[in-house]
């Protein structure tokens, strides 16, 4: 007899105009996106229904997709905050914590070539959603990161799905049992595979300053504000290689970790290897931003 029930594992996403079970969602193999990783995506944080900072998502996503020239006219992009909406219900993520994902790639065309297809090509549009878990335990003993060679390319302000070089510096850092790596250029410390970096040095907050050398964080953004009206001293800066062993604090942000307190850098402990005071406050004020709904 034919199962007339879906699998409890196929979540409903939405790709291309459907929303359908995530088991039957398929990409075309002539796919931009499979073939040269030329797409971007975002990662948006929902709590109980509502989305986070939605406005700045959608204007960074609007810049990536300017960057390489892919077009979304602003109707489509409405829809889209629609579509996520829906994901959210559909899913039963209406209660507690979830993330919405979002991948436009230049769309598929044969046979390949390097150069952009014609411009009536169709992007691939994908969303989907998941449960997020709170990370509330590891915040209470922070983690450990690993320092990596960034070797990347000069255009890290843009949230490509072109991430191998995140990907095998994660994967360094998983086989180093560490939670995160931190990419370093030039003698500076820059951001990590998939978070911002934060430290506090003679009692001056501390991050590097947005430039194509790392992603313009939504968390960061937001931390940067929260620091600011704390009466924090701010500076826009990276901390140098040369300059870790001074930090007293260092802290990690993004979507998915809020702040995320570093407690140990390669094989040494940050101050007494336990999580700072700044990093609880910036913490606190952050998830109390977060609780008043601000940011849409
Ligand atoms: N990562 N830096 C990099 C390299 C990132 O990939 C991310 C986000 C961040 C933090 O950005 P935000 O605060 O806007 O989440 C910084 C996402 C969540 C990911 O790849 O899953």
């Known amino acids: 007899m034919q199962a007339i029930t879906p699998s409890v594992a196929a979540r409903t996403v939405y790709l291309n105009g459907e929303f359908l079970p995530s088991d039957q969602a398929a990409v075309s193999v002539d796919d931009r996106g499979f073939l040269f990783a030329d797409g971007v995506y975002e990662v948006t944080r929902v709590l109980s229904g509502q989305f986070v900072e939605r406005g700045r998502h959608r204007r960074r996503l ?44 230049r769309g598929a065309v044969s046979p390949r070539t390097h150069q ?11 969303l989907s ?20 060679p960034d070797m990347r390319w000069a255009r890290c302000d843009l949230k490509t799905v072109n991430l191998l070089p995140n990907a095998l ?26 978070t911002n970096l934060f430290a506090v040095i003679d009692g001056e907050l501390r991050t590097a300053p947005a430039t194509n050398y790392i992603l313009p964080g939504v968390t960061r953004e937001v931390v940067l504000e ?4 704390a009466g924090m001293h701010v500076r826009e800066f990276p901390v140098l290689a040369d300059e870790v062993y001074r930090a007293t604090e260092f802290f990690l942000t993004s979507t998915t970790n809020d702040v995320m307190p570093i407690v140990r850098i390669d094989d040494d402990p940050v101050s007494d290897g336990r999580p700072g005071p700044v990093s609880r406050q910036l913490h606190s004020a952050f998830m109390e931003r977060l609780s008043w709904g601000a940011g849409e």
């Open 62 to 105: 609007e810049r990536g997709l300017r960057a390489l020239e892919i077009r979304l006219t602003t109707a489509e992009l409405d829809r889209l905050d629609e579509v996520a909406d829906r994901l959210i219900v559909e899913n039963g993520l209406g209660v507690g914590e979830a993330t919405v994902y979002l991948q436009v790639t």
């Open 116 to 126: 952009f297809p014609a411009v009536e090509t169709r992007p691939t549009v994908y």
């Open 129 to 148: 959603a998941a449960s997020l878990t709170s990370k509330d335990e590891l915040r209470e003993h922070g983690v450990s990161a690993i320092t990596v």
């Open 169 to 194: 510096a994660r994967q360094k850092a998983a086989v180093a049992g560490a939670y995160e790596a931190l990419f370093v250029r030039d003698g500076v410390l820059l951001e990590g595979s998939q």
């Open 226 to 229: 929260v620091a600011r009206s």
